[in-house]
């Protein structure tokens, strides 16, 4: 199964937020891809947990961007 250019590969943890897969890329480099389900009361209310873990993964995924984080919105 494919997510955007990633080949999902298998399960690594779940819970309430999302599910977290084990992923390669187009060179075979694996990766662990975090997938979470944001509710329309979560897209509304801008202070809730979800909109800082995504403002933090923008500015590292920016900062290091061979290194770290990707975020993908759907």
Known sequence: MYYKNYIL???IGNGIC???YSV???N????A???EKITQ???INKNLKIWREINFYNNIG???PDY???YYNQ
């Not at 075979?28 to 990766?31: A, R, T």
């Open 9 to 11: 590969n298998n399960v």
């Open 18 to 20: 999302g599910i977290v």
């Open 33 to 35: 891809l975090k997938i």
């Open 68 to 70: 770290f984080i990707k």
């Open 62 to 64: 920016n900062k290091y």
């Open 41 to 43: 009361d979560e897209q």
């Open 24 to 26: 390669f890329d187009e």
């Open 28 to 31: 075979n480099k694996e990766y």
